[in-house]
């Protein structure tokens, strides 16, 4: 199998406070994904708040039914939760300075060592960037900040429009960068109301899964307008 190399770049220009740009090199042959944070011309989504609701209650009901067994199965494999507050977006604490912020966003220790060469890159290329990990997992956490401890490192928040929301005020990213096909409603509904860009910079998509979304785009056509 080909191995995929990122190149990272970050330019600015007169309409958006900053440009991220990956290229793919996969086997010679090569791609851009771009995505310009504050453009005045990228177009306000539609209000997506009542999905929120819809999204929220239906995260409750799961967990009102599968909540307590996945707790007694984490526990029993000696899982520990990463801070449930500080998921729920409370006690979060925006990195230092005033220049545009990017958020890698990484799910566990894979992903997280992904994401080292993106932002030290992104901070050569432009040193007035503040560059944001986040981690699902108190694995991904603990090694992410013990491998990186120059590198500002938070508990990303759980799909939950509060949790969300909570988050995103207290960071105000200018652009989002997925370190893996992990897409949440909220978020990227969220992100889409705010016209902050998402960009994913590394995934893989098997057919199964191609096969999920295209079935959760015709109950939600506009998932993934963010992107």
Do not use: Q
Not at 12 to 35: E, K, M
Not at 71 to 88: C, D, E
Not at 100 to 110: D, N, R
Not at 196 to 224: C, D, M, Q, T
């Amino acid at each position: 199998a080909s191995r995929t190399k990122w190149k990272p770049s970050a330019a600015i220009s007169p309409r958006s406070g900053v440009t991220i740009s990956v290229r793919a090199d996969l086997g010679g042959n090569s791609s851009d994904v771009t995505a310009s944070a504050g453009s005045e011309d990228r177009p306000r989504p539609a209000d997506r708040r009542p999905l929120g609701l819809i999204v929220d209650l239906a995260y409750g009901v799961a967990i009102l039914v599968a909540g307590p067994f996945l707790l007694v199965r984490r526990w029993m494999r000696g899982k520990r939760l990463a801070s449930p507050r500080r998921r729920l977006g409370f006690g979060i604490e925006a990195p230092p300075g005033e220049g545009p912020l990017v958020w890698i966003h990484a799910v566990s220790v894979g992903e997280a060592l992904a994401a080292d060469g993106l932002a030290r890159e992104l901070r050569r290329r432009r040193p007035d960037l503040r560059v944001l990990l986040s981690c699902t997992t108190r694995t991904g956490l603990d090694v992410a900040r013990a491998r990186f401890p120059d590198l500002p490192v938070r508990e990303a928040p759980y799909d939950l429009s509060g949790a969300v929301r909570r988050f995103l005020d207290r960071v105000r990213p200018a652009v989002l960068v997925l370190m893996e096909l992990e897409l949440w409603p909220n978020l990227l509904a969220a992100c889409g109301r705010r016209r902050i860009p998402v960009v994913i910079a590394n995934a893989k998509l098997s057919e199964r899964s191609l096969r999920g979304y295209r079935r959760l785009l015709r109950i939600l056509p506009r998932f993934l307008d963010p992107l």
